[in-house]
């Protein structure tokens, strides 16, 4: 980090000038944070802060009003299958994470080659990023689809299948389908971002590691690897966040079945918030998913800093 | 592996034409195995386009031969009816543009808020900013369904339900993140000196970051611009509840017109989403440059 | 997770005034409890004004021309705007429940049947009792559309879902037209399963979205459901339904991984000789289809009994009008009497949409009994139709999804259906309170 200097001129305030001048600094920090600390604020925390509190109630979607009950909403969540659920979530949420990390990181070194078409692969690779979400939920639902889905119809055709597979009426393979639905909506985001950190390797690098000798896979991780690592670490912080809270292909897809075993916290929430009109329950759900994430948020934050020192 | 074997023939001609054009780059290319190259190019092809072939395969299908099984890869009647009909569907149209409103939108204030915040967590030190940093995060976390029953009450009480604006108050929102730590890496690159000498010539603090800073970052305001505007242009469940029928994006729009109690339209879905879809991929084909261009001057860390 | 919850929240609706979640059963003569109703006691306006209107049909490409037009025709009759606004029928209910509850729609909306509890908890809608006074609705339509005694939902179209089968196919197999008994039925599938070529005998629900149609094979087989206020799901009758459909499914007579949708594909494809499906349904079937002649050899039959002699158990299906108090209500009103039981708009709207119309006499008119098709499924399903017993309950959603996880587990081989079944009547019964 080559930014401290300022922060830190700032920390010999006696004469009054300085002082004037750091009081207009600070108004300008203050304006600087202020639009988007008053979005997060009214368009997030504002709401959050309401939803969390009905899991301290009994109150519905449907009737005014709400009642105390304590912690008994969350012992309730806690034992209604809540470690499935977790355990489903995880299964998704990583699945759906790492995926779509291998494919854009494989993209990105592919498309960081030179050859001919490299500039327009670029760009095509972004069409699966750039149909709308729910479209790419339908389009899978009728690839996957057990009685008439093209994949199914390939498969036969290519004699590897006898008989059409219910590929979402199994649990592992509608896990899997979930995974590689949501993958093919986020691979290319990844790719664009992984990209960019790799025009920040130096060339010369790669070159004189070829010269001692280190093969490709010795290069990608001596060379490479410690120069994207940064961007690598976001991108994977925000799709495990972004995936844990994914609802729209579950929902479209395997609605969580079957029986329940692809159910993740944001559909069920949803179930018990829209289908249950239970607020409580569903609050109570959400506040046990925000101190999850929390704890990942602190996790990485301790990490991260480590990184920076 | 007869494909491999021709695919690694094939490569020496493709490094020649490189190295016509960037002799430098001859030496370093010509001991990346090729071979490797083109597999991995036809296997992530093959995942990435293979789905958009049988949207564009489904759209071309006459309804009635739309659940043969097993399904023909190769179309034998091809008919474009179904485009036909998505242009005689007004709404389709009135979708595209409230996408294309709410998006762009989206993206210009996304990036207008991010910029300021990146800049503050970027060059400046103060009590809080780590806390902050990481609020702005962790924003992301709390789950949607629920968001959506208070959010929906908030912005009824703001008296802003069925319009743009609460459209893109929550997507700006939801795109904070993304791109306040983008532009905030775009900004640590570039040199605390570029402020100083600012300051020396008497700007203030306005001025320093309007005409010194921001010309500079400029790819990067690009590049995080366009992530806001795919927030905006993918989502569906904030849509719907938002914005009301009358400002309906595409995505709950699509599914309102095709997918009904009865049956879902398959073919006219697949027809209307791929043509909704053209315009915003050449864009994102065009601009991709500036995509990659903009996150790549952030990723260099000071 | 829930049984705490329920307890508490009949002590409390019950505390506040505002009636339980037991809401009065509509074809079941259970405990009354007073549901939410809207204001009875407002001035009646000078004459026609501007409302609101909220239907799925406005949007999707079948119906929205003849929607339209109705909606025309009545605006230009009393020379008044009506707003027209739809959602997605998936989502209808959601967005329609946070729209009336946080006050954002007055005016007339459509709703499903097995719906208006949900929507009539939020306390808002009118009570339609002196505009369904007169107009020759059949007794069963009015009471598809009340809570209580209390007529919150005119009956727009009323029919069933039931079993629609693919004569052609039949005939083939060499079996009766329609199976009379469960045994019969088996057979018929057994049969048809011989034919080859992939067919899916009975394209029966197992994805989660339609496995409510269970219930009424549970039924079939002599479990009520709901008795009183208990939740007998987990009886030996239910038990047997589900180990019943297990063996359907493992002989695969039903397959994996069907919807309603995919069932409507595969029959379409005439690759299954029977699903389960109301008359809505009908029209989409064959236009999909590439067999022309298929309209033709589409017959309803009643669901196979378990007994001969038995009364077939069949569900209702139907889509009601109900008018949410507030700005344009009273003409809203008038629109929703209008629609439903006009004799012109009626014959017109079923001509268009082939949805079975509720007033005895637009029923009788040579329209609707010259529509073989219609006239069939009244005669053979329409006519032993019933609401589920759990529509009565706020929370049906919830036991819905509920009961097809269970069903769900059983047919993957995750739970026997003892478990399984007791299982999912517990989740019930917490949810009942």
């Excluded at chain 1, 009426?169 to 590689?180: E, K, P, Q, S, V």
């Excluded at chain 2, 989403?273 to 994102?284: E, T, Y």
Aim: hydrophobic share 50%.
């Amino acid at each position: 980090m080559t930014t401290t200097t300022i922060g830190r001129r700032q920390k010999k305030p006696h004469s009054s000038n300085v002082r004037a001048a750091r009081l207009s600094e600070v108004r300008f920090i203050v304006l600087l944070l202020l639009p988007g600390t008053a979005l997060l604020v009214g368009v997030v925390l504002y709401p959050l802060l309401r939803s969390l509190a009905s899991a301290f109630f009994a109150e519905s979607l449907l009737y005014p009003g709400a009642t105390w009950v304590g912690l008994q909403n969350v012992i309730d969540v806690l034992q209604d299958g809540f470690a499935e659920l977790l355990s489903q979530t995880l299964i998704f949420t990583i699945g759906a994470t790492i995926v779509p990390f291998i494919v854009g990181l494989a993209l990105a070194l592919v498309l960081n080659e030179q050859f001919r078409g490299q500039r327009f692969l670029r760009g095509a690779f972004l069409i699966p990023w750039l149909i709308p979400g729910v479209v790419v939920s339908f389009l899978w639902m009728w690839i996957f689809d057990a009685n008439y889905g093209v994949l199914n119809g390939v498969l036969m055709q290519l004699h590897l299948i006898d008989t059409p597979i219910a590929w979402l009426f199994n649990t592992d393979t509608a896990r899997g389908a979930l995974i590689i639905a949501k993958s093919w909506n986020s691979f290319p985001w990844v790719m664009v971002m992984l990209l960019a950190a790799l025009q920040t390797v130096p060339g010369e690098l790669h070159e004189a590691a070829a010269m001692d000798g280190a093969g490709p896979i010795r290069r990608f991780f001596a060379v490479t690897w410690p120069h994207i690592a940064g961007v690598a670490g976001l991108v994977i912080l925000l799709e495990f966040i972004w995936n844990f809270q994914h609802f729209d292909t579950i929902f479209v897809l395997t609605g969580g079945g079957p029986a329940g075993t692809t159910q993740t916290f944001a559909t069920e929430v949803y179930d018990t918030a829209f289908k249950g009109y239970d607020l409580g329950h569903a609050g109570a759900l959400g506040l046990l998913w925000m101190g999850l994430l929390l704890i990942l948020v602190v996790v990485y934050v301790r990490f991260s800093e480590r990184g920076e020192k | 592996m007869a494909t491999l074997t021709s695919l690694a023939v094939e490569a020496p001609s493709t490094q020649e034409h490189v190295s016509e054009r960037t002799p430098t780059a001859r030496r370093a290319v010509r001991r990346r195995p090729r071979w490797a190259l083109w597999t991995a190019l036809i296997v992530l092809g093959l995942f990435a386009f293979l789905p958009v072939y049988w949207l564009a395969v489904t759209s071309v299908t006459p309804e009635r031969d739309a659940f043969t099984f097993p399904p023909r890869l190769f179309p034998s009647t091809v008919t474009f009816e179904h485009y036909l009909a998505v242009f005689q569907t007004p709404a389709i149209f009135e979708y595209l543009r409230n996408s294309i409103v709410v998006s762009t939108i989206t993206a210009v204030l996304s990036v207008a808020v991010s910029m300021y915040m990146g800049y503050a967590f970027s060059k400046f030190r103060f009590r809080g900013r780590k806390s902050l940093m990481y609020f702005v995060l962790s924003s992301q976390m709390f789950p949607q369904a629920l968001l959506l029953v208070t959010l929906y009450v908030v912005f009824a009480q703001a008296g802003l339900l069925n319009t743009y604006q609460s459209l893109v108050i929550s997507f700006t929102t939801f795109t904070l993140p993304l791109c306040v730590w983008m532009l905030k890496g775009f900004f640590d690159t570039l040199p605390d000196d570029l402020i100083e000498a600012a300051k020396i010539d008497g700007a203030g603090p306005w001025r320093t970051f309007h005409s010194v800073i921001l010309p500079l970052a400029a790819p990067g305001l690009v590049a995080a611009g366009l992530f806001a505007f795919v927030r905006g242009w993918n989502d569906f469940m904030f849509a719907l509840t938002l914005a009301g029928p009358e400002k309906q994006t595409l995505p709950p729009g699509l599914v309102n017109t095709y997918v009904s109690e009865a049956a879902t339209a398959w073919p006219e879905l697949m027809a209307a989403s791929l043509l909704v879809s053209i315009p915003v991929c050449a864009a994102f084909i065009l601009l991709q440059r500036y995509l990659v261009g903009g996150i790549t001057a952030g990723a260099v860390k000071g | 997770m829930t049984a705490q919850l329920s307890r508490r929240d009949m002590f409390r609706y019950s505390a506040v005034g505002l009636g339980g979640i037991a809401l009065a059963g509509l074809a079941t003569g259970c405990a009354p409890v007073a549901a939410g109703g809207g204001s009875a006691t407002k001035a009646p306006p000078a004459g026609p004004t501007n409302f609101d209107f909220v239907s799925w049909g406005m949007s999707e490409e079948a119906t929205k021309p003849a929607l339209q037009a109705s909606v025309n025709a009545f605006a230009k009759k009393d020379a008044i705007e009506i707003a027209t606004s739809s959602y997605p029928f998936n989502d209808y209910l959601n967005q329609l429940t946070l729209q009336v509850r946080g006050g954002q729609f007055t005016g007339a909306a459509q709703l499903d049947v097995a719906w208006l509890s949900s929507l009539a908890a939020l306390g808002k809608l009118d009570d339609l009792g002196a505009k369904a006074e007169g107009r020759g609705y059949t007794d069963a339509a009015l009471q598809a559309g009340q809570i209580d005694g209390k007529q919150f939902g005119l009956p727009w179209t009323i029919a069933a879902i039931g079993l629609v089968s693919n004569t052609e196919l039949f005939d083939k197999a060499g079996v009766s037209q329609a199976p009379a008994t469960i045994e019969e039925f088996e057979d018929a599938l057994t049969a048809i399963k011989g034919l080859g070529g992939g067919i899916v005998p009975y394209a029966a629900s197992t994805k989660t979205a339609q496995l409510k149609d269970i219930l009424v094979w549970m039924q079939t087989f002599g479990s009520p459901i709901i008795d009183g206020e208990k939740c007998t799901i987990g009886d030996a009758e239910s038990i047997a339904a589900v180990t019943w459909y297990k063996k359907l499914f493992d002989a695969g007579l039903i397959a994996p991984d069907v919807d309603r949708a995919a069932a409507r594909a595969l029959f379409s494809q005439g690759k299954t000789a029977i699903y389960d499906d109301a008359p809505v349904a009908r029209a989409s079937v064959l236009k999909a289809s590439p067999d022309a002649s298929l309209g033709g050899k589409m017959a309803p039959i009643a669901r196979p009994v378990k007994k001969a002699g038995d009364t077939p158990q069949e569900l209702l299906w139907g889509h009601l009008l109900v008018v949410v108090d507030g700005k344009g209500a009273d003409t809203a009103g008038d629109f929703a009497q209008w629609m439903t039981s006009d004799p012109a708009q009626t014959i017109s709207y079923f001509t268009a949409l082939g949805l079975p119309p509720t007033t005895e006499e637009a029923l009788a008119s040579s329209a609707v009994s010259g529509n073989v098709f219609v006239d069939a499924f009244t005669a053979n399903i329409t006519k032993d139709a019933k609401a589920s017993p759990l529509w009565k309950y706020v929370q049906y959603g919830q036991m819905e999804t509920a009961i097809a996880e269970q069903v769900q587990a059983v047919l993957i081989g995750s739970a026997s259906p003892k478990d399984a079944m007791k299982a999912a009547g517990q989740k019930v019964q917490s949810l009942i309170g």
